[in-house]
């Protein structure tokens, strides 16, 4: 059962320009969306959230767009650089903090950046 | 920066196994996870804790499993007797109280022959 899915395992780009990594979710609990990268033999490291009462947050070269319509997230890199090449997770959670709290994950995209 | 540490980085047992994964989680966190990653899969959630009980768990987390926090800064997970599917990356995480990041150690690899 995918509740989140990332349906591209890999994408690749030219340092510079613009990474585009997608993700869809079909539980409509979901209300917080979290972009996990990681690097070989490492654990996952947070990148950046979006709560679903916007659809828009921005941290630096970094920007998570939400869609809750169409149920579709995605993070805009920008510039690209070498060092971003990593998986990228996304993540989602239907509750606020507490006992009850959990992230289900997609699979993961794998971002190459070329220089 | 605080971090979550997980011990051993790699473990390799042979099947029917009892296996022993070891994680030290942020100190001020109240809130303690374990995932695991099959090669080329999703990090799938196994099982929450808090205020030293089992506060969620996945169908993954059958009889065989079982955590602890025996001691007030150690979270463990047990298998029991491993099979040849449980060769993943396990990842242990914690959450601070109200927070909604999780913060994950960077993984145990079992490898079960």
């Known amino acids: 059962d995918q509740q989140v899915k990332q349906n591209s395992p890999s994408l690749s780009v030219q340092e510079g320009r613009i990474s585009i990594l997608n993700c869809d979710y079909t539980?409509?609990?979901?209300?917080?969306f979290l972009w996990y990268k990681k690097y070989p033999a490492e654990g996952p490291t947070f990148l950046i959230s979006?709560?679903?009462?916007?659809d828009k947050n921005e941290d630096g070269r970094f920007t998570v767009f939400l869609n809750k319509s169409a149920k579709h997230l995605s993070l805009h890199i920008v510039p690209s650089q070498p060092g971003d090449s990593a998986v990228y997770f996304c993540?989602?959670?239907?509750?606020?903090?507490?006992?009850?709290?959990?992230?289900?994950f997609g699979k993961g995209t794998l971002l190459t950046v070329n220089p | 920066e605080p971090e979550v540490t997980q011990t051993p980085s790699h473990q390799v047992t042979q099947m029917g196994q009892e296996v022993i994964l070891r994680c030290v989680p942020i100190?001020?966190?109240?809130?303690f996870y374990w995932y695991r990653q099959i090669l080329g899969q999703k990090v799938e959630f196994l099982v929450s804790?808090?205020?030293?009980?089992?506060?969620?768990k996945s169908e993954i987390f059958d009889d065989q499993f079982s955590v602890e926090r025996p001691d007030g800064s150690n979270f463990t997970l047990k298998i029991r007797s491993t099979k040849l599917e449980d060769s993943a990356m396990y990842f242990c995480?914690?959450?601070?109280?109200?927070?909604?990041?999780?913060?994950f150690g960077a993984g145990s690899r079992l490898t079960v022959l």
């Open positions: 993540a989602a959670s239907g509750t606020r903090g507490g006992s009850n709290y959990k992230l289900t």
């Open positions: 539980n409509s609990m979901f209300d917080y």
């Open positions: 979006i709560s679903s009462i916007k």
């Open positions: 100190s001020n966190h109240l809130y």
């Open positions: 804790f808090y205020n030293n009980e089992i506060s969620e």
């Open positions: 995480a914690s959450l601070h109280s109200g927070a909604n990041v999780l913060t």
